[in-house]
């Protein structure tokens, strides 16, 4: 099946790309691999998600808004490729989550983006990894995501 | 107009490339892609810039201090290329602001470091961009930026 | 003398590959860059170092933390290639250090990382650095080194 089916399989047909919060592009391409810039989760109730893993939010929360934010990562590679089947391969996935200081589930919170990524790409999806705990975020958000895909040509 | 001219015009024609702080390069390229190491702003009146944005700096001297870290990071492709105009393409920016807990400008200072590319290598400079914000950076610099840039042969 | 006679020579032969944290990779091959995920020290009699920079460990230790990790990023990419031989140009070294917001000793701590790149690979290991001190990493640990390796094709 091709991540462009299981998109719809998992219900997720209305991905609309979220716009940079400055002055950059969504995502370059260089060669054959296109470099995405980072995301933050999805809005919930038409308001950004804001707050930190560890005081405002749980590893669970955090496992949400991993995968969240990896929707919005999708959303942007779609829009820039035209079509998911173009991805040969999820090269890297970096984490920066927004914690207190004592906070040490960075694994399970990721593994929400990394899930999602296995469900949409299947062996495609499987990336590098690594993720941090970082001081804060723009406008307080609970994480960002940014990615490294290897694309084929049209 | 090349980017050595927007560079003069810019009237930034005394780049020198600060000296790495460790053990490594200042910056190493692999096929088209020049990878640069991370850089702080430039020294004013001969010290280096200290202190935390939301503490010591307002989000606007974070802008300040971003443009002026991207000056280092021209500076340092320009010494490894021999001139800017062998830059095909900015590929991403990444950007770790030494923060307090609550900032939240992060957007507002990066424009900083943006806005100069895009001064200086008009469509070329446009490049993808994440950042953080940070615990901590070495010897308690505000902030540091890190650079991948498409590049042709010479 | 080459990569693999040098690891020799440091009495580095039992080099075992710790694995993933979570649902990802050690490593992804696109082209000829060889992405490793993120890599924590080796555990010290059977336990992982845990505490901040800082504060539980000190700048000395914590360049024998970095070259702990970098000895982990080297397993992972002998075991990805088969032979660090096949490595062309060690690229780019990303520290993330789990510090106090007042620790300021980055480049002395990656010193201990590069140190060991340049002895096991020479000019091959002299790489693009940057480094940032982070508020929290997964389980506690004290940082976690990530890279990009520049390999030739089998």
Chains 1, 2, 3 share one sequence.
């Not at 054959?32 to 707050?51: C, E, M, R, T, V």
């Not at 914690?99 to 040490?104: A, C, K, L, S, Y």
């Not at 296995?118 to 940014?146: D, I, M, Q, Y």
């Amino acid at each position: 099946m091709s991540a462009e089916q299981r998109l719809k399989e998992l219900g997720l047909t209305q991905l609309t790309a979220s716009k940079p919060a400055g002055n950059y592009a969504a995502a370059v391409q260089t060669g054959n691999l296109l470099f995405l810039s980072g995301k933050a989760p999805q809005p919930i109730d038409g308001k950004p998600p804001k707050g930190k893993l560890g005081r405002e939010y749980s590893a669970q929360d955090g496992r949400a808004l991993a995968r969240s934010a990896c929707v919005e990562l999708i959303a942007a590679i779609r829009q820039q490729l035209g079509s998911l089947d173009r991805v040969v391969q999820f090269v890297e996935l970096h984490g920066s989550l927004n914690t207190v200081p004592e906070f040490e589930a960075h694994a399970e919170v990721l593994d929400g983006a990394s899930d999602l990524l296995a469900e949409v790409f299947g062996p495609a999806g499987v990336h590098a990894r690594s993720v941090v705990g970082v001081a804060s975020l723009r406008n307080g958000v609970p994480l960002t995501l940014k990615a490294i895909v290897e694309v084929r040509q049209q």
